[in-house]
């Protein structure tokens, strides 16, 4: 069981910056994939995949992050950070931290991931 915890949400303008973290209960270094999701209301709660870190260093971004939001995982402090600039509107959503532990969470993205935590709010204005 693997029990993560997000902060670093907030509200900003258009044009600022927020870096959430996710603390996790176990060695980050032992856990394959990580990775954030978002989830808003306005969207009928759709989720929608935004970053993933694996192990062998390799990182995916959605098309909305690329250029805009960095994924990087700090094992010392089992931390997973979204460093986020040039935010827009569109970005307001909850956004949530994964993990998964499985060999093969590669193959999959986050939103498949086994476990959750209960998100940051992003509030951009």
């Known amino acids: 069981q693997v029990q993560l915890v997000e902060s670093g949400g907030g509200a900003v303008q258009a044009g600022g910056s927020l870096r959430p973290s996710c603390v996790a209960s176990?060695?980050?270094?032992?856990?394959?994939?990580m990775g954030w999701f978002r989830q808003t209301p306005e969207k009928g709660r759709e989720r929608e995949a935004v970053?993933?870190?694996?192990?062998?260093?390799?990182?995916w971004y959605a098309d909305s992050a690329k250029g805009r939001f960095t994924a990087t995982k700090n094992d010392a402090l089992n931390t997973l950070y979204l460093d986020m600039r040039n935010l827009k509107p569109e970005d307001t959503a909850m956004y949530h931290c994964?993990?998964?532990?499985?060999?093969?969470?590669?193959?999959?993205?986050?939103?498949?991931?086994?476990?959750r935590g209960q998100g940051t709010q992003v509030t951009v204005s």
């Open positions: 970053a993933e870190i694996r192990n062998d260093g390799s990182v």
């Open positions: 176990a060695p980050t270094y032992s856990i394959n994939c």
């Open positions: 994964a993990a998964d532990r499985t060999s093969g969470c590669a193959f999959y993205d986050v939103l498949g991931y086994t476990y």
